[in-house]
């Protein structure tokens, strides 16, 4: 089964894709007129588990009051 369909293909089958969301863990992705409206994914009593996905993704800065990319402005210039 795919991770994305449409609104159109999960309204006669919302329990069918619930079910599949519980039973594998997988996201699902539903679309309107071709775009992600929505985004069911499964329930997880873990306030943490949120955070996970950011874990290692911050940049380390070692100055971080120093302006970023001034040459890139093209109102300064």
């Known amino acids: 089964m795919d991770n994305v369909i449409s609104k159109s293909k999960f309204?006669?089958?919302?329990?069918?894709?619930?079910?599949y969301v519980e039973k594998t863990g997988k996201e699902?992705?539903?679309?309107?007129?071709?775009?992600?409206?929505?985004?069911?994914v499964p329930f997880s009593d873990d306030p943490l588990e949120?955070?996970?996905e950011l874990r290692n993704s911050v940049i380390k800065y070692e100055d971080p009051i120093s302006p970023v990319?001034?040459?890139?402005?093209?109102?300064?210039?």
């Open 11 to 19: 309204k006669p089958n919302a329990l069918k894709y619930f079910r």
């Open 28 to 40: 699902l992705i539903i679309t309107d007129h071709g775009k992600p409206a929505l985004k069911i």
């Open 50 to 52: 949120a955070l996970k």
């Open 69 to 77: 990319g001034l040459e890139d402005w093209e109102s300064l210039k």
